[in-house]
Structures are given as C-alpha cells and as structure tokens.
C-alpha cells in the first residue's frame, strides 16, 4: 500500500492544534516510503530494530529525528548512541547505565522514556509502579551523567474494549503525574508517550502529548 499522504496530512494538522507531537512508525517500510513523509515536511520517525535503523539512518537525511521505540538490548546501544533522538522503550536500571555510558562516549546527552506495563497481556517488557520508584531510588543514589528523562512510554491491551484501554491509558497519565513533580535538569519530564493508529485518540483524550503512528500512515505490515 503507498503511503497515505492526505491521512498523514489529516492527522498531523490536528495533532497540531492539540499540541501532540507525531512519530511516524516506519518499521518494516522502505526508505522511499520515509522520504515521501520527509518531503511533506516530517521529521520524527520510529523504528523498531537496531539494525534497521542504522541501515536506514545512514541513507536519509541527517535532519531526521530517529525514536527508537522497540526493546533495546544493552549491547546494542552503542550502535544508536551516536544519533538517536528519543529512546522510548527504557526498563532498566543496567539499559539506563549503559545509555549514560554511550551517551559520554560520544559527548552528548542521550533523552529516554522509562516504559511502564499497563496492558492486560503478559509482556515482559515495562515496568510496574514497584520497578519503576526502585529504578527512581537508584537514580538518586547515584545520578545519570549525560541521560535525560524525559518521561514515561506505554502500551494499552490490543482489544476493541475501549473501556479497558481508556483505564489503561488514565493509569499511565496518573503516573505521569506523579512523578512529574520530581522534575529536576536531569529529570525534564515533560513526555508522555502513548497512543497508536488504533487508539491514538483515546490516548489524547487521556492526556497523552506523543503519539507513535505506523499502520494509518504507511499501510499495514
Ligand atoms: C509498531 C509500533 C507502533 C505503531 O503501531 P501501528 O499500530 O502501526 O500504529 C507504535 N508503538 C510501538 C512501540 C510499536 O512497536
């Protein structure tokens, strides 16, 4: 399917209005299905897979914002360090570590989201509220160099029950919240990363100010 230029442009007006900035998923999507969106005029794109990514990176334009939105794995880090604009998917204290040490090595501050698990599903990805203040206690006894927290990411249950994923989402923002009011230069907090094309607007509605759109925009995969 090619890539749904009017939608994009649809989505990313409103999203304006709302303040909400849009991340365009590319994961799976060749190079020139990023371009059309570039020469529209967008800058953030999400990727999934370092090696993808990197792949990718070299070929477009420096000007792009990459969010790397998938599981990363500690030995992997270094491979982004250099470029990477915002990593999304943080649920560790040793990832963290890591990130603060590619960061120096390449004399640049890195921002991050720390991804909590609000869904339904099993996953073992993100963290529970518990994970998230020892994670928090750890920051405080002995303090990131070079990373930027910038706030929380998550993922609602894929289901049609938008009750359930209305809860989920209002949960996460409560959260947010909370934690929030220890801002701080290191702590700048200031990103709630949630929403997709299936619910992106039930997100918005319940406070989020990031939305991470793949499928609505370049056709599914
Ligand atoms: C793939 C993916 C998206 C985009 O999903 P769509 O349903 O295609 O919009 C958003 N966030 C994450 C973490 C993803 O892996």
């Not at 020139?32 to 070299?58: M, P």
């Not at 120096?104 to 989201?113: A, G, M, S």
């Not at 989920?168 to 220890?182: A, G, H, I, M, P």
Request: net charge neutral.
């Amino acid at each position: 399917m090619a890539v749904q230029k009017e939608t994009y442009l649809e989505i990313k007006k409103a999203l304006d209005a709302q303040q909400v900035q849009l991340v365009a998923v590319s994961k799976t999507k060749p190079v020139s299905d990023i371009l059309a969106l570039y020469e529209l005029g967008h800058r953030d794109f999400g990727e999934n897979y370092v090696q993808e990514l990197t792949e990718k990176q070299a070929q477009l334009p420096p000007d792009i914002r990459w969010h790397f939105i998938g599981h990363l794995q500690t030995n992997k880090v270094k491979y982004i360090g250099p470029f990477v604009h915002l990593i999304h998917g943080v649920d560790s204290n040793k990832l963290l570590r890591e990130i603060d040490k590619q960061a120096q090595k390449q004399n640049r501050t890195i921002p991050v989201l720390l991804q909590m698990h609000i869904a339904r599903e099993e996953t073992k990805f993100g963290m529970n509220e518990a994970e998230l203040q020892e994670l928090l206690a750890a920051l405080g006894s002995y303090p990131l160099q070079a990373v930027r927290v910038r706030g929380l990411m998550g993922m609602a249950s894929f289901s049609t029950d938008s009750n359930l994923v209305r809860t989920e989402f209002r949960y996460l923002k409560s959260l947010y919240d909370r934690y929030r009011q220890l801002q701080s230069p290191a702590f700048p907090f200031d990103t709630l990363s949630m929403g997709m094309s299936a619910d992106y607007q039930l997100a918005i509605e319940e406070g989020s100010n990031l939305v991470r759109i793949g499928s609505l925009l370049f056709g599914s995969r």
